[in-house]
């Protein structure tokens, strides 16, 4: 596992952003709206895959949100999955939206 790992979220890009000594290792795409932020897709490129990095950047993700006070709808799967096999962040779905981490979805 790589030591040097950072998360990041970059308005402009409308993306959080995992690098890994520097280099870009994914990101989660989202788009923010007044009063809640859409996770729409979630990638971390081939050379990164297996390290566990996915997890560590939706945390990273979920964690600013919850700090900004943001509602989140999960409409990417992976972040869903993970929110639905991590119920310490499912309060923090948008009420209406819960179908998205429901088991079963």
């Known amino acids: 596992m790589p030591e040097n790992i950072e998360v990041s979220d970059h308005p402009e890009a409308s993306r959080f952003e995992i690098l890994v000594d520097g280099e870009v290792a994914g990101f989660a795409q989202y788009r923010r709206r007044p009063n809640k932020i859409f996770f729409t897709h979630t990638e971390i490129l081939p050379k990164f895959e297996g390290m566990g990095l996915g997890s560590r950047l939706v ?32 309060d923090l779905v948008h009420e209406d939206y819960l179908d998205l981490v429901e088991d079963g979805a």
Not at 60 to 87: E, K, N, T, W
């Open 59 to 90: 945390v990273a993700a979920l964690d600013q949100s919850r700090a900004a006070g943001l509602p989140v709808v999960p409409l990417c799967p992976f972040v869903a999955r993970y929110i639905r096999r991590h119920s310490e962040y499912k």
